[in-house]
């Protein structure tokens, strides 16, 4: 019998690789982000997908905040466009500390 987080991360899959390409594409605007690492944080029934970046060249904390709201907003108009609202719920756009 198949768990209901294992149908979510099955029906998630092709969200998931169309989010990561265009947050990689995008991100390549800012060259002060380093390499984006995705990990997966399983819950009960869905999955959280963390997106993390890491910082290069000590950029200040004002900037990248301006930034991560940058992707964010990017991101939300991506997944409304393509129609995977229901996986960006489950992103989150972070940085490596």
């Known amino acids: 019998m198949v768990s209901r987080l294992e149908r979510f991360k099955r029906e998630m899959e092709p969200a998931k ?10 991100a390549r605007n800012y060259k002060f982000l ?3 690492t995705l990990e997966e944080m399983p ?7 963390i997106f993390c970046f ?3 060249n000590g ?3 004002d900037v990248l905040d ?6 964010y907003d990017h991101m939300d108009e991506f ?5 995977i609202d229901r996986f960006s719920r489950n992103a989150v756009i ?3 500390w």
């Open 54 to 56: 890491e910082k290069l």
């Open 59 to 61: 950029t200040s904390e």
């Open 79 to 83: 997944s409304k466009a393509m129609g």
């Open 66 to 71: 301006k930034t991560l709201t940058e992707l």
């Open 17 to 26: 690789e169309a989010y990561y390409n265009e947050l990689k594409d995008f």
């Open 43 to 49: 819950d009960i029934d869905t999955q959280d997908y």
């Open 94 to 96: 972070s940085y490596k």
């Open 34 to 36: 380093g390499e984006m």
